[in-house]
């Protein structure tokens, strides 16, 4: 008899114009499908966002886009679910204001009677456990309504099951296979020394303003920032910089394609990233791959992607909002070459053995097996 063929609608975010890393997942599992595994049956279900939405956007315009969105998503899987019978509905979830979105679309699927995983793309889950307020009361409300839930980190695995839940599973996020093909075709780039690289969304929560403010009293380098960014930050990062040298040392680039993101990893001396706050970030998971010397933040999955093990070092964390910490970490990156070699080594072995797509990919069939 013939292996029921499992019949997985995933709804996730597709458009990779935002720079989003929830919609870079769900291409990357789209894409290692489409090419390695018939054994499931996966359809997509794009929920993005009509416009791009800033991070300054008023509150309330921020609240009415959402609920205007979220409302046409929920509406178009539950069409989709009506006209095809499927096993699981599998839900990428941002939380904040979309926890609403979650909510409404889980109690239209109960009626459907089908297996449902929200899968949090999110690091905050302890913090907002501590703080016991309306974010944290709405995911516990999620957590009830779906069958399964996915985390991307260890820490929210252990807050969600400390709550007394029973339905958590923990998958990290894979490495795309392109970004070691990119890797090995530019395996000849030579990185330049003192060249600091930061690539992200130019936010001020990306911590990108106490990254120039550090920079600043740090002499002989060169400091790269990759990502979209407002001429206002921009504006605003430059007359830090001024107060305390000229600023040809640091360089905006705006958007880049990936293959240009990647080779600036490969070039750079130290990677940085000075984030508030992460679930499972894909640049740091590339600057790993790239055998990047890192200096970042404990936050959402960051300090078991870098964590020590058994005396190995894998790269420096420091407290988010702090300039003087953020400082000494780089100049001791910058100024240890044994512990910059050692990191850079660490890290490369690291990803290839924990966040590689073939071993994330077959734990999360075994999830989608084990729900069904």
Not at 160 to 178: R, T, V, Y
Request: glycine fraction near 4%.
């Amino acid at each position: 008899m013939e292996e029921h063929k499992a019949k997985i609608l995933l709804c996730s975010p597709l458009g990779l114009s935002s720079g989003s890393g929830i919609a870079r997942w769900a291409n990357h599992i789209k894409k290692y499908h489409s090419e390695n595994d018939s054994t499931i049956s996966l359809n997509i279900f794009p929920m993005d966002r009509s416009s791009y939405i800033d991070e300054d956007i008023n509150p309330v315009k921020r609240a009415y886009l959402g609920l205007k969105d979220y409302y046409k998503i929920v509406n178009g899987i539950c069409t989709e679910v009506s006209k095809n019978k499927y096993d699981i509905i599998h839900v990428a979830s941002s939380a904040s204001i979309s926890i609403v979105k979650d909510i409404y679309l889980l109690k239209k699927l109960r009626k459907c009677n089908v297996k449902t995983i929200i899968h949090f793309h999110f690091g905050r889950i302890p913090e907002l456990y501590k703080a016991n307020n309306w974010e944290w009361k709405l995911i516990c409300k999620v957590v009830k309504l779906a069958t399964k839930i996915i985390v991307i980190d260890k820490k929210s695995y252990d807050t969600l099951i400390k709550s007394g839940f029973d339905n958590i599973e923990f998958l990290a996020n894979p490495l795309a296979l392109e970004i070691h093909e990119t890797i090995q075709i530019n395996s000849d780039i030579v990185r330049n020394n003192r060249k600091i690289l930061f690539a992200g969304h130019v936010y001020k929560t990306k911590g990108v303003f106490e990254l120039v403010e550090a920079c600043s009293t740090i002499p002989d380098i060169n400091l790269k920032i990759i990502g979209k960014y407002e001429e206002e930050i921009k504006s605003e990062l430059l007359a830090i910089a001024r107060r305390h040298k000229s600023t040809d040392w640091i360089e905006f680039t705006g958007n880049l394609q990936h293959e240009k993101v990647i080779k600036a990893m490969l070039s750079c001396d130290i990677f940085v990233l000075p984030t508030y706050t992460e679930g499972f970030p894909n640049v740091i998971l590339e600057s790993m791959a790239c055998g990047c010397a890192i200096v970042t933040t404990p936050v959402g999955a960051i300090p078991e992607m870098l964590e020590e093990e058994n005396g190995k070092h894998y790269g420096i964390l420091v407290p988010p909002k702090n300039v003087e910490e953020l400082k000494e970490g780089i100049e001791k990156m910058l100024n240890n070459e044994t512990l910059k070699q050692e990191c850079r080594k660490n890290v490369q072995q690291r990803v290839n053995e924990r966040y590689n797509i073939d071993a994330v990919w077959r734990q999360m069939c075994n999830i989608w097996k084990e729900t069904i």
